[in-house]
């Protein structure tokens, strides 16, 4: 079974998700693309990385896609660490997922091209130096401002649209709760 043929279904995987998180930050919640650099990083470093994936794809290289798995592994497979498995929190641990195996299936395609471990090498550079940055003020924004962690982790359609309305038999009891 050749594994590379999982690679188009991957990345189509990857666009589909990406453009889904974009549309809920920047056309559900109706934040600023400045806010939602720093609170859905995750998208554009998936733009990113197909982007350099569509070049490399006319170019016939690996190059342009590798420096993109560098803030995929930050914010893509370590993600899965930051936010919880329950409730609304699934669909952004699917996206972490689907990005984890995006990065890990380029990585496997690093070490198939055995005779471009030089290139590889100067590509996870580049991605060191375009990327880290962009890293550590996602990071410094993102944990420094109360306002945009409580649009993070509280971005879920229960939160935008109220709490779920109680039954008329929860009414009862909460009213017989405070008669008491």
């Known amino acids: 079974m050749n594994v590379l043929k999982f690679g188009p279904a991957l990345m189509g995987l990857l666009l589909l998700v990406t453009i889904q998180s974009t549309h809920y930050f920047l056309f559900k919640l109706k934040v600023p693309i400045s806010t939602w650099l720093v609170i859905n990083a995750c998208a554009p470093s998936n733009y990113a990385y197909l982007l350099g994936r569509l070049i490399d794809h006319f170019t016939g290289t690996l190059f342009f896609a590798i420096p993109g798995i560098v803030p995929m592994f930050s914010f893509g497979t370590l993600g899965l660490f930051v936010f919880s498995w329950k409730g609304f929190n699934i669909i952004p ?3 972490h997922l689907i990005m984890t195996a995006n990065t890990a299936f380029t990585i496997y395609e690093m070490f198939l091209a055995t005779d471009r471990y030089f290139q590889s090498l100067i590509a996870v550079l ?3 130096g375009l990327f880290v940055p962009f890293i550590f003020a996602q990071n410094h924004s993102m ?13 879920s359609p229960v939160s935008q649209n109220q709490q779920p309305k ?10 017989k709760k405070k008669l008491k």
């Open 93 to 95: 641990q699917i996206s």
């Open 143 to 155: 944990w420094t401002d109360p306002e945009k962690q409580k649009i993070l982790f509280e971005a």
């Open 126 to 128: 580049v991605g060191v």
């Open 166 to 175: 109680q039954s008329s038999k929860k009414k009862k009891l909460s009213n």
